[in-house]
């Protein structure tokens, strides 16, 4: 928890006004174990206090101090597992979730879910500074319906109790935010964590199978209205850099890193440069309308946003490509506010010799 401090001093010393910073697998096991018991803190992490100073320290400097949970999936191992929480299947059996660094979980009845937080958020609320909470899986899902006798329910029932689990956070003055993102979540979420970037295996390029170019149909609803960060992948810096950045570019969106501290020092210095860049994008369009999203070449490889307040962007995944008077270099982009000079430029990981 300490060096999540001293991250937030070299974002302060970088210049960073405005960042979000979310804590995940801050509870005893790390992240997504033991779910559903998640207070306390980590103890080798700095338990109570340690949590408590790491969030401080990001308030102080103006930020956004979130923690990531999750009250739909639950671990056979978890101090508080019972099968009477889980939801179960037509013919009685318990419905199994996915398989994740915890093992293969089990997914609770939202009808428990509640109960389940409670504790935990009242604990937060008691100890930390924490001024955002993020959920896990909640508005990644589908609706589901459980055939407990004793907690049946169907999916409207489902939608409405993820949607007061979701209110109940933000009853707590807290930003709130979840995976992936759906639009009934859109009233009480400030920002979604997974909606671009989960859906196409960009990762594995133009010979997988489920290769696909993404279109950004839920910013052309709903950019004025909740953020949407790129899906995180996992430790160790898995995702794409480059086709996530543009991305985002693409989306007038901030950047997003997913990272553990060993990382911090490497991509330090793109973190900063996204930030200079794409969150000058962002202020400026962060309660525009998104007007339009277009294909410019017949290839798919260069897209182009538009906002209405006139700013628009292009990106070129693949070739070099002319843009109007523009020459875009792969991995290029083009950013052009109303009445000032294009922004142009491209991203890459650059080879450093000894």
Known sequence: FDQVGEMVEDMQKMGMEKALVLLGGWNRAGYDREHIDMWPPAEGAGGVEGLARASRKAIEAGYVFSLHDNYQDIYPDSPSYDEKLVMKQPDGSVHLGGVWDGGLCRLVCSSQAMDLADPVIKNVKDHTAVNSYYLDTTTSAPMYECYDEDHPMVRADDRANKRAIL??????????????????????????????????????????????????????????????????????????????????????????????????????????QCYDLLGRLHARTAFCDMVSHEYVTPDFEVHRTTFSDGTTVSVNFIRSHACGDIMLAPKGFCVSFPGEEPIVGRLSRDIVLG
């Open 167 to 272: 209110d109940k956070l933000a009853a707590q003055g807290w930003v709130v935010g979840a995976e992936a993102g759906v639009d009934w979540a859109v009233p009480v979420a400030t920002f979604f964590e997974g909606m671009p970037g989960s859906a196409v295996d960009l990762n594995h390029g133009a010979e997988s199978a489920d290769f696909g170019m993404m279109v950004p149909l839920f910013n052309l609803v709903y950019h004025d209205a909740v953020v949407c960060y790129w899906q995180h992948g996992q430790p160790f810096g898995r995702e794409d850099h480059v086709n996530h950045v543009l991305h985002d570019l693409l989306s007038a969106q901030p950047s997003s890193w997913s990272l553990i501290y060993e990382q911090w020092e490497d991509l330090k210095p793109l973190i900063w």
